[in-house]
């Protein structure tokens, strides 16, 4: 019941990067980015996003290095982004090729660039500790939205709360009998009883919960036909710029819920977590489904409740931040729930400590 | 002349607690306790106020010992107040009763809990230097919330300002001229010129004043069917956390107005000054009348008249605020009116010193 | 290409006053004093602005002496200010000639006046180093303002950016081809490429860019009737605390435009650049103009139109010094539209330095 790696605010290791480097990040979804550049702070670096000509992904330093302006106020042109204020265009590699009225461009007319990689409709960005360095590997690949089995939509939140807030509280479903009662919730002694085990290695953390014979919570009857109680699973992998949550559901008794090819209804949950600030984040989250019949109704279902859900755990986690703000410093106890969340948190902090060599 | 007790801002005793300790503060209106939690910030403390099953208010520390969540976020219950985070249940000591999911409670797992009491309809909460020690005196009765004499209502203001601006402002009434012409105002000269007697001891100051055979102000004749001319009396009693304000009118010349059984119209406030934080300030007033007809009409002029009157204090007092700010360290003079003010000054410093110890 | 001029936020002189001092700078525009206390901070200092009953205009600091209520609360009368909390009276040299209810008014109840001077519709306030000193020189005067050949309006606007952004701003014209595109700007290149001659001395600055044989822009159409392309001008002279922008335009090759009584249509644009603090400033134009007929209809576009111009302006240089807050400290490459304003920043070095000796 140690509560050292319960404490969010205050970490001892504060001389060190507060977010772990070299990985990739969620910078944006494939969305989100049409015919504006897109303004967006990441790890404390202001950014701007835009598609060139050829439709790839450009990520700059949001600074004009003339007198900057932020370049997310300029133009898109076909040959790259122009300042808003004097019109220096800028190539997706960040380099200034044109200073209107003046003929000689200086070496150091260019803007720092970001290694970016766009696939599966989410926007990858690498954070390294050294910017001269290309990345060390490849972001990952999520299956859900590139495969016909599945309907998937999102959104982006943004949150007035720490990044590691929004893990504990995706690393701990034990949360929905308390907070979600309306939606996904209910049952609150199921959730906080169900049968649980937690897995980890270096970089990411595996919770499996299975819920027999329980009563289907509001959005699963809304959007699957099941014949009354349900054998329901969540599955957690959190790694560390995202988590995949993968729930879903079959009949009672109906089949094994631990087969990879298990029937029933299904969702598939993407979690992508950026730090905005080392107090504020950006929550990038898709939800992927599988209904058989009604689809169109169905999804929008499943999508708005889990938007309402967000919005939900939005509302309690601002509140428990600003409450951590207001009584600094203060210990924290653990409980049962938090054996997830805390392995989450050490991985977090032994990739702070690498970072900072 | 000498402006040594009229620095509000910096105090040359910075080392000490910003409040007198060991004291009775408003913590609410009893009113405002009905089936929701409420939180308060006081005197630095966030906390949160309920009433239990039995009715009886408690005040804990408003942040889950887990994982921080303001309890106020939570759900009253029969066997107390449950975090809306992870459902844990505290009693009114503070107490965590129940783990959802887990048999061993922590011993730990408590918050603070603050002494209160319910009396004449105000909840006192006791703010003291050890936490262990109990209150060492009861707080103060207030006879015209129980008298069958009197009719009163009330409200609670938040001020961007610290308490003592506040006290400042009570314990000197003749800014009634300048502040308050709409309402209980008007007559500056008179105000200002009023027979004025100022007593103290250690803990209270006290203030007489009359206005004999002047005009009555909008409020009072609004109130009450005056003949003509008033003799008039304002007495305020200061207290570290509380004001009381007696005013009150007869005909002039009627009969003498420092017998406590005279007649005419009473309008007899309460007002609980609790410092919020060291610059903002919570506000419980309310007041009592003894209207002899159309009791209904005339009790919600004045009660309306009042709160009106406490909007436009609140406007004078957080703009001198603000510009305290914007001038800091600026010497202030002291006139005429400021005697009891000061007088109310020194005992705070007083108090603070000897919590300090 | 040195950007030594060019690092408008973190000074090499921090110890220095931040502005230049023993300097006239725009109060306000005299129509903005009419029967109310006008609250103002100017360089720091907050400032209430009336006129007297003989509609002189003076300037007080804005506190009450007794308990800093801002004066600007208060109420204009015969014979001063009165504050609105305790009715102390004050002239418009600063002197408290009335406490109610005390007979003696002690010899510090005053607070400080600074000196002012209202012409040709505009109010000069002087801050100097030493208060005691008048001021060394008069205001300027500005002849457009009493010119039967112009009518003129104009406003006032807050900018949450230091004034040197706004000098760099209204110094370098080319920025009209990227910002006001809709306004009085179009044809980047014409801008860019405009002949530009500069010249300064210790206390100004003067840029002459003339644009021949070009198109007139929209606000120029919508003013007069020009026949087709023009020949233009840009006229603009940088003072310490204002800049005359004046420009205009004659059919092209119609006659000389270096010719200070040329005819065509006038733009005469006042700029006066007040700091309110060292991070916002106040902004007060005037456009003067000459339309030969629908002089009313003209009037109103000419205005309407280059308070939108100055709201696009406003957009830039916000969200300009935002970035430069998120980027502190990173160096500014310089480009060749910056001669203009980086004189005018070395002097506004200069006489900070000055100020400070």
Redesign the interface.
Known sequence: ?SDLA?QPVKQKTEHLPPFPLNQWYVAALSRELKDEPVAR?MLGN?IVLFRNADGEVAAL???C??????LS?GTLEPDGL???????LYNSQGQCTE????EKI?R??RVKAYPVKEQDDIVWIWFGEDANEPPAFEPPRYSPHRSDQYFFDGGVFHYQAPYQLIH?NLL?L??L???HLKTIGGN??V???AQMDVSSDEKSVHVVRHMLDSEPPPTYTAAYPFKGRVDRWQEIEFHISHLRIWTGAVDAGSEPIDNPSRGGFHMRGFHGITPETETTSHYFWTIASNPTENQEEVMKKVVDQTAYTFEEDKE?IE??Y???I??PG????????DAAPNRARRIIEHLRTRSGK
Chains 1, 2, 3 share one sequence.
């Open positions: 019941m319960a702070m202001p330093e949001d600074r290095c003339h007198r900057a302006l932020p106020c122009r300042c808003g204020y004097h019109g220096m200073i209107p009225g003046q200086p150091r007319a504990d701990d034990s949360h009998g308390y907070v609150a002694k959730h906080m009883n309690v509140a428990q600003r409450n951590m207001d009584f203060e210990p924290m106890i653990d409980i049962h729930v």
